[in-house]
């Protein structure tokens, strides 16, 4: 539900105050400076996750290495040893390596934004705060594994002696845009959850397919180049891309399919955000 916060004062027995939320009445206001005065509710729905995720778990925090390192063997196995898929010159457990750490944060963060309103409904129901700090908190969430996995494929650059080149720099962007990219689908799928719980099952089969039509197991070097700007279209495919060559030293990838990347992104976060806007005013009363 959007809200603007007045303040009224009433003159019966002296002077009362009071806070009277009412829904806005145009879906483009955004108060992200209502989401910032709630960055302490932000930290702790993000400490909250990630302390249910691994609470009474025998690995704990392993499994943030286990199921990149065994999906990165399979890979290895199939598309490296038996299908010989190029990998660019990089090793190719690198390679998969590489491409998995912004795919599964990517997946973990869509699977958990696009569940966070309908998980939360006797909070929604119950306390009133920006609703958009929901699916945020699942976006910020995905940076704990991230983080862990990213110390595993650090470890496996020194093994292979592999040297990251300047692009490395520009390695905080290209996690931004992932941010972004899974915090602007979320929004489109946890709106459209809260509605439509069948949803839930389409996420995951959304996400498998996703996967292979991006170049996590493969290389874009195998997309003919005239279809390579259609290609693009897909947000991951230029993040995946870009992770490769700031940490690799890969060739650079295509600055035509990253400017068509860029602009899906954007085009899936506007109007994400827009449609979210326009359905938290009915959140309470349906969910």
């Known amino acids: 539900m959007i809200v603007d916060n007045q303040k009224l004062q009433e003159t019966y027995f002296g002077h009362k105050h009071k806070t009277v939320i009412k829904p806005s009445r145009s879906s483009m206001t955004l108060n992200l400076g209502e989401v910032w005065a709630y960055r302490e509710l932000l930290s702790m729905l993000v400490w909250r996750d990630v302390s249910v995720r691994y609470k009474q778990s025998l690995v704990g925090i392993g499994w943030a290495i286990i199921q990149p390192l065994f999906t990165m ?3 290895t196995i199939i598309f490296g040893r038996f299908a010989k898929l190029p990998s660019d010159g990089v090793p190719y457990p690198v390679f998969s390596f590489c491409a998995l750490l912004p795919w599964n944060y990517f997946s973990r963060s869509l699977g958990g934004a ?5 998980s939360s409904a006797n909070l929604i129901t119950k306390v009133y705060f920006p609703r958009l700090i929901l699916p945020l908190s699942r976006v910020f969430t995905g940076l704990v594994d991230f983080a862990i996995s990213f110390l595993v494929l650090l470890a496996m650059m020194v093994w292979y002696r592999i040297t990251p080149t300047i692009g490395l720099l520009l390695l905080p962007l290209l996690i931004c845009i992932a941010m972004i990219t899974a915090l602007g689908i979320g929004l489109w799928l946890t709106a459209l ?3 439509y719980r069948d949803i839930a099952f389409v996420v995951p089969f959304i996400t498998q397919f996703w996967m292979f039509a991006s170049p996590v197991a493969y290389s874009t070097s195998i997309v003919p ?5 259609l290609y693009g279209l897909n947000p ?3 993040v995946i891309e870009g992770f490769r060559w700031a940490l690799l030293g890969k060739t650079a990838p295509d600055f035509a399919m990253m400017l068509a ?6 085009v899936i976060f506007i109007t994400g955000l827009i449609y979210f806007k326009r359905m938290e005013r009915t959140f309470a009363d349906v969910v």
């Open 73 to 75: 063997i399979i890979f």
């Open 114 to 118: 696009s569940d966070s309103l309908v």
């Open 193 to 195: 959850n809260v509605k």
């Open 225 to 229: 180049q005239k279809w390579q700007w």
């Open 236 to 238: 991951m495919a230029g």
């Open 261 to 266: 990347s860029f602009v899906g992104i954007c």
